[in-house]
C-alpha cells in the first residue's frame, strides 16, 4: 500500500515539474518573499546606524504584522496552492486516464493520498525557501529566535497542507482545470469569512468560528503551538480528502447519491464534532516556543491564577445604550472577545465567559440628540437596527436592576468577575487607545480575590486636594476615576476618606495627605504621629504656596521645601513648569522608574519647590527625581509666569543648582519596613496634568503613580508583569552586506530555480 503511495506521489512530481506552473510559482515565491526579507532587513539596518534600539529583530523580519515576511505570506499563499491542485485530478477525468487507473490494483485512497503526498513534497520545497530566508537571518542576527521561527515555518507548512487537500477536493469535481481554481479560490473564500456567519447562535458560532481558517497561522508565527490549531490542520486536510474518495468512490462504484450525500454529512458532521472538543478550554494543550514566552502569562500572574480555587465566572454587561466600546462584545465580535481571556483559560480553563445584554438609561448626549422624545426602549430599537442587533435579546431596566445593580459603573460596559465563593471584583475598559485591560489590570482584579490588597487612605479636613472631584486640581483620576487604566482603584487598590479626628483604621496601609491649607489640631497631630509611629506608609505632597504649612509635616522627617517656586528659561514651556528627571537612585524603588530613564521620559511638575534635608530622622533616603543640571534656580520674585520674564537674582538668595522635587525615606519600624514619599509640587498627578503634552518630551507622570505605589505596596500592586528584555537587539551587516543580501535573494535564487526548471524542460524536449 504505501509502496503504491510512493509511486503514484513521485509520478505526480514528476510530472509537476515537468511542467513550467511548477517553476513559475517558485520563483514568484522566492522573489517574494526575498524582497520582503529584504525590506525588512534594510530597515533594520537603517535604524541600527541611526542609534535606535532595535530590540526583537526576530519579530521585526518575519512577524511583523507590518510587512513581516510570514504574516505576509501566509496571506498570499492561496494565490499559489489553487494553480498546483487545479489540475491533481480534473486532468485525469478530462483525459479519460482515471479509467486506467479505475482498471488497475490500486484504490481510490492510495490516488488521492499519493497525489496529496506529492503536494506536501511541493510544500516542503516552498518552505525550503523561507528556511533559507531563516538560516540568512540565523546568521546575522544577534540570539535569533530560532525556535519562534521554526515554529512560524511549521504553521506556514500546515497551511499550505490545508490548502492542498481543499484544491485536491476541488479539482475532484470537475474535469476543467480553471473551474477547479475557481472553486478553490471560493472554498478558501468561504472559510475566510465564515468566521463571521450565524454569530447570534452559541453551538453555531463555535462551529463556523473554529472553520474560519484566517489567523490559524498567525499563533505559530508569533512562536505559540496550540493544540486546537494543529488539530484544526489536520481536521480539515482529512476532512477533504475524506470528501475527494467519497466523491471518487461514488463514480467509481456508482454508489447512489443518497448515500453517498449520507456519507459526506457524517465526515463532516464528525470533523465539525472533533473540532468542537478540540477548541474545549480543558483540551487544549499549548508550547510557547519564544525564549522569553511573550505568548505566556507571566510567572506572577500564574501564580494568582494559580490561587483561584473552585470556578468563576466572568460576566460582561452590554448596555444598548453606551456610547463606548459596547460593540466590541456584540454577537458578532463575542469569539474575538473571549479570546482575550485566552491566555488566563490555558491555565484556568473552568473559567466560564458571559453575556448578558440590556439597556438602561446612561450618558449618551449623541444619542439624545438623534431621538430627543423616544423612550429608553425606543432609542434602544432604534440602535438595534443601526448594528443589524435583535432587540429581543437586551433586558429591560427593571429587569437588569434585578439582577444587579450596575449605577455604580454608571451603566456602561464593565465585566464583573464573580467566584463560586461569591468574592467580586471589577473589570473595565479604558478612556485611551488601548480601551480594554492589559494583563496587568485583569490579573490585579483576580489578585483582589485572593489576597487582602492595600487600602489608600486620602487625608481629608485642612483643604486638601480631594480625591473624588473632578476639578483640574483635584485627584479623581489618580484615585478612583474608572475609566483612567492608572488609577489605584484599576489597579488593585482600594481607596477611602481619611479624617485626622480620629486614629487612622487599621486596615489603611498608606495614607496620601496632599497641599495642606492649614495645619493640625493637636488631636489630629497626635493621631497622625500615632500612624507614623506604627509604620504607616505616606505620600505626601507639598505645595510652594502651602510652605509655611507643609514644613510642619516635612519636618517630621528631617526635610523642608525650598523657598521660592524653582523656574527654568525654557522656550517651550512656562518657566515655572519644571521637567524632573529619575535618577539611578530610583531603579532601586521600582523598575517603572528604571524603564523612565531607558526611554528617557521625565515627569512634569509645574510650580514646584525643592525638598531639603535638614535633619537626620533615622530614614534611608533615596533621591527620585530632580531637576536638570543647569538653569533652574528658586524664584523669588516673580510670581507672574505668563507675562513676566523670570532673570537669576542671587543677590536675594535664588540659588541656581539641581534640586530635589521627589525623594524616599524608609526605615524599619518593629517587622515591617515604613516607606514615605515626599513631593516639592501636589499638581504632578492632578487630573489636568495627565493631559499635559510637552513638545520633544515624553512625559509619564502615571508612572510616578505607579511607581510609588508598587513600592508602598511591597511590590503587590500594580502587577508587575515584565517580561525578559529581547535579546536580539543587533544585527551583523551593514548597508553593503543588506544589498547583497537582497540580491542574493531577489535575483540569484529565482535565477537559478529558474535555471534549473529550464534545464529540466530542455532534458525532457530532449527525450
Not at 173 to 188: M, N, P, W
Not at 331 to 340: I, Q
Not at 405 to 422: A, H, K, M
Not at 549 to 576: C, H, I, P, S, W
Request: glycine share 8%.
Amino acid at each position: 500500500m504505501f509502496k503504491m503511495i510512493y509511486n503514484i506521489a513521485r509520478t505526480e512530481l514528476q510530472m509537476l515539474f515537468y511542467s513550467p506552473v511548477a517553476w513559475l510559482i517558485l520563483v514568484v515565491f522566492g522573489v517574494q518573499s526575498g524582497m520582503l526579507f529584504a525590506d525588512q532587513l534594510a530597515g533594520l539596518v537603517s535604524a541600527q546606524e541611526m542609534g535606535y534600539d532595535i530590540q526583537g529583530s526576530t519579530i521585526s523580519i518575519f512577524a511583523n504584522r507590518w510587512g513581516g515576511v510570514f504574516t505576509t505570506m501566509q496571506n498570499y499563499l492561496y494565490f499559489y496552492i489553487p494553480l498546483l491542485t487545479m489540475s491533481l485530478v480534473s486532468k485525469e477525468l478530462s483525459s479519460g486516464s482515471i479509467r486506467l487507473l479505475y482498471s488497475s490494483p490500486i484504490t481510490n485512497t492510495q490516488i488521492i493520498v499519493g497525489k496529496f503526498f506529492s503536494m506536501m513534497i511541493y510544500g516542503l520545497i516552498m518552505i525550503g525557501i523561507l528556511f533559507l530566508i531563516t538560516l540568512c537571518s540565523w546568521a546575522i542576527v544577534k540570539d535569533f529566535e530560532l525556535s519562534m521561527v521554526l515554529t512560524g515555518l511549521l504553521g506556514l507548512y500546515l497551511l499550505i497542507c490545508a490548502y492542498a487537500a481543499i484544491g485536491i477536493f476541488m479539482s475532484s469535481l470537475t474535469s476543467y482545470q480553471i473551474v477547479a481554481a475557481i472553486g478553490t479560490f471560493a472554498v478558501l473564500m468561504v472559510l475566510s469569512m465564515i468566521g463571521g456567519w450565524w454569530q447570534d447562535y452559541d453551538f453555531i458560532r463555535d462551529v463556523t468560528y473554529w472553520l474560519s481558517m484566517p489567523g490559524r497561522s498567525g499563533k505559530f508565527i508569533a512562536g505559540l503551538i496550540c493544540s486546537e490549531d494543529v488539530l484544526y490542520f489536520v481536521i480539515v486536510v482529512c476532512l477533504f480528502l475524506a470528501l475527494t474518495i467519497i466523491r471518487l468512490n461514488s463514480v467509481r462504484q456508482k454508489i447512489r447519491f443518497v448515500i453517498t450525500l449520507g456519507r459526506n454529512i457524517g465526515v463532516i458532521f464528525l470533523a465539525c464534532f472533533l473540532g468542537y472538543l478540540s477548541a474545549l478550554p480543558q483540551m487544549k494543550l499549548y508550547h510557547d516556543a519564544t525564549s522569553t514566552k511573550m505568548n505566556t502569562l507571566t510567572p506572577n500572574s500564574q501564580d494568582i491564577v494559580a490561587k483561584l480555587d473552585g470556578g468563576m465566572t466572568i460576566t460582561t454587561y452590554i448596555n444598548a445604550l453606551d456610547p463606548g466600546a459596547s460593540w466590541y462584545a456584540a454577537p458578532y465580535f463575542l469569539k474575538p472577545d473571549m479570546e482575550r481571556f485566552e491566555q488566563y483559560l490555558r491555565f484556568k480553563p473552568d473559567m466560564k465567559l458571559k453575556y448578558v445584554y440590556y439597556y438602561d438609561t446612561t450618558a449618551n448626549p449623541m444619542l439624545d440628540r438623534r431621538f430627543p422624545n423616544a423612550t429608553l426602549r425606543e432609542k434602544m430599537v432604534e440602535v438595534c437596527k443601526i448594528y443589524g442587533l435583535d432587540s429581543n435579546k437586551f433586558m429591560a431596566p427593571e429587569e437588569i436592576r434585578k439582577i444587579i445593580d450596575l449605577s455604580g459603573e454608571n451603566n456602561t460596559f464593565v465585566r464583573q468577575i464573580v467566584r463560586d465563593n461569591g468574592e467580586k471584583a471589577w473589570l473595565r475598559i479604558y478612556n485611551d487607545m488601548q480601551r480594554f485591560p492589559s494583563e496587568k489590570e485583569i490579573s490585579a482584579a483576580f489578585k483582589r480575590m485572593v489576597m487582602d490588597l492595600p487600602k489608600v487612605g486620602f487625608v481629608e479636613g485642612h483643604g486638601e486636594r480631594s480625591y473624588s472631584g473632578g476639578k483640574d486640581r483635584d485627584y479623581s483620576a489618580f484615585a478612583n476615576d474608572k475609566g483612567f487604566r492608572y488609577a489605584l482603584e484599576n489597579q488593585g487598590f482600594d481607596v477611602a476618606k481619611v479624617t485626622m479626628d480620629q486614629q487612622v483604621p487599621e486596615d489603611i496601609n498608606i495614607i496620601v495627605i496632599s497641599d495642606m491649607r492649614e495645619w493640625c489640631t493637636p488631636e489630629q497631630e497626635a493621631n497622625l504621629q500615632q500612624y507614623i509611629d506604627r509604620g504607616g506608609n505616606l505620600f505626601i505632597l507639598g505645595e510652594p504656596k502651602r510652605r509655611d504649612v507643609m514644613n510642619n509635616l516635612f519636618a517630621k522627617f528631617g526635610y523642608e521645601m525650598t523657598t521660592g517656586v524653582l523656574v527654568k528659561r525654557d522656550t517651550n514651556l512656562q518657566a515655572d513648569v519644571i521637567l524632573s528627571y529619575p535618577t539611578k537612585e530610583a531603579d532601586s524603588i521600582a523598575y517603572d522608574f528604571g524603564a523612565m530613564r531607558s526611554r528617557r521620559m521625565v515627569i512634569t511638575t509645574p510650580s514646584t519647590a525643592g525638598l531639603e534635608q535638614i535633619a537626620d530622622k533615622g530614614y534611608t533616603v533615596t533621591n527620585m527625581f530632580k531637576t536638570d543640571t543647569i538653569g533652574v534656580w528658586n524664584e523669588l520674585e516673580t510670581t507672574d509666569f505668563i507675562d513676566d520674564t523670570v532673570r537669576l537674582n542671587p543677590a536675594i538668595g535664588e540659588v541656581e543648582k539641581i534640586y530635589n522635587t521627589v525623594v524616599a525615606l524608609s526605615r524599619k519600624v518593629g517587622n515591617k519596613e515604613q516607606k514615605i514619599i515626599l513631593t516639592g509640587d501636589a499638581d504632578c498627578i492632578s487630573n489636568g496634568e495627565f493631559g499635559r503634552r510637552v513638545p520633544g518630551v515624553r512625559t509619564a507622570n502615571f508612572s510616578l503613580i505607579t511607581g510609588s505605589f508598587f513600592w508602598m505596596s511591597d511590590n503587590e500592586v500594580p502587577i508587575d508583569v515584565r517580561r525578559p528584555a529581547l535579546p536580539d537587539d543587533k544585527v551583523y551587516v551593514e548597508k553593503t552586506g543588506s544589498k547583497v543580501i537582497k540580491w542574493s535573494f531577489m535575483i540569484i535564487l529565482p535565477l537559478l530555480l529558474a535555471g534549473i526548471g529550464i534545464f529540466l524542460w530542455i532534458r525532457r524536449k530532449g527525450r
